[in-house]
T-cell receptor, first 110, second 113 residues
Framework: KNEVEQSPQNLTAQEGEFITINCSYSVGISALHWLQQHPGGGIVSLFM???GKKKHGRLIATINIQEKHSSLHITASHPRDSAVYICAVGLKTSYDKVIFGPGTSLSVIP | KAGVTQTPRYLIKTRGQQVTLSCSPI?????VSWYQQTPGQGLQFLFEYFSETQRNKGNFPGRFSGRQFSNSRSEMNVSTLELGDSALYLC????????????FGPGTRLTVL
């Protein structure tokens, strides 16, 4: 079993739809990161969470430490949101060592 | 403020050769981390440097090494290249702590023939 899992693996949505991507992990963490990777490889750090909820524009990220689960929500999705979304966790026992999830490939159709 | 830069952007090598990749962090950032991304394994952590010291290391063989200079620029070296080393190598910088936002460079695409 992978230490960080994401669902769904692939997601196709119509423009305007509300999107949820889930991440679950099985290790003790110091923080959880959501990353966005566009075709061509560039990665952007979207959120870093250790508790609660964060919002940035149309993006919302939540984390439940007890359940070892995080969700990334995209409201009013747009074709420019099409990318791979990657969940990553920083290990509590190993400063700055990061484990990545497999990624969720999102395609938003106009 | 300039972002994280990586050179070269693309590189083709043959098995057995060695390669050195360079990463220049954002000005003022002292931590540089390196990652490998392959279609099969996804993103994997290689190592992290802070103030010229390796602060953490992932599960990669000793052929993968790195260093950081006093200006925070970092290099990673892969010796005796194997076909499986073909990957996108990403570096990322942050100011100091693991709670600081990490900024990624564009990556170096290494192809080993």
């Amino acid at each position: 079993k992978n230490e960080v899992e994401q669902s769904p693996q692939n997601l196709t949505a119509q423009e305007g739809e509300f999107i949820t991507i889930n991440c679950s992990y099985s290790v003790g963490i110091s923080a959880l990161h959501w990353l966005q990777q566009h075709p061509g490889g560039g990665i952007v750090s979207l959120f870093m969470l250790s508790s609660g909820k964060k919002k940035h524009g149309r993006l919302i990220a939540t984390i439940n430490i007890q359940e070892k689960h995080s969700s990334l929500h995209i409201t009013a999705s747009h074709p420019r949101d099409s990318a791979v979304y990657i969940c990553a966790v920083g290990l509590k026992t190993s400063y700055d060592k990061v484990i990545f999830g497999p990624g969720t490939s999102l395609s938003v159709i106009p | 403020k300039a972002g994280v830069t990586q050179t070269p952007r693309y590189l083709i090598k043959t098995r057995g050769q060695q390669v050195t990749l360079s990463c220049s962090p954002i000005s003022g950032h002292r931590s540089v981390s390196w990652y490998q991304q392959t279609p099969g394994q996804g993103l994997q952590f290689l190592f992290e440097y802070f103030s010229e010291t390796q602060r953490n290391k992932g599960n990669f063989p000793g052929r993968f090494s790195g260093r950081q200079f006093s200006n925070s620029r970092s290099e990673m070296n892969v010796s005796t290249l194997e076909l499986g080393d073909s990957a996108l190598y990403l570096c990322a910088s942050r100011r100091v702590a693991s709670t600081d936002t990490q900024y990624f460079g564009p990556g170096t695409r290494l192809t080993v023939l």
